[in-house]
Nanobody
Framework: QVQLVESGGGLVQPGGSLRLSCAAS????????MGWYRQAPGKQRELVAVIRSGGTTNYADTVKGRFSISRDNAKNTVYLRMNSLKSEDTAVYYC???????????????WGQGTQVTVSS
């Protein structure tokens, strides 16, 4: 089994910054993709950013230039640095990983429990 533990959410004023972390633990051979999604009230879950094992990244247009995703492979941890936060960034942020539990095995998709980010004055 694999567990994802998220941290770093909270309340921040517009223009402020936060850093989210997500650590994966358990039976893991390799992690192919790590990413962050978010879901605001009344809206569908949407991609925020992803980072692949080779280091390539993709961002939603709404966060480009403000958010930065990174990963520490030794710690099986992904980070999301969020700068210049806006009220429209308010949402529950979910960590997502796609990994192999054994060499040559199938890919598994796991979600974190979510962490609330609220941007308000």
């Amino acid at each position: 089994q694999v567990q994802l533990v998220e941290s770093g959410g909270g309340l921040v004023q517009p223009g402020g910054s936060l850093r989210l972390s997500c650590a994966a633990s358990g039976t893991i051979f390799s992690i192919n993709v790590m990413g962050w999604y978010r879901q605001a009230p009344g809206k569908q879950r949407e991609l925020v950013a992803v980072i692949r094992s080779g280091g390539t990244t993709n961002y939603a247009d709404t966060v480009k230039g403000r958010f930065s995703i990174s990963r520490d492979n030794a710690k099986n941890t992904v980070y999301l640095r969020m700068n210049s936060l806006k009220s429209e960034d308010t949402a529950v942020y979910y960590c997502n990983v796609i990994l192999e539990r054994v060499a040559g095995g199938p890919s598994w998709n796991y979600w974190g429990q979510g962490t609330q980010v609220t941007v308000s004055s």
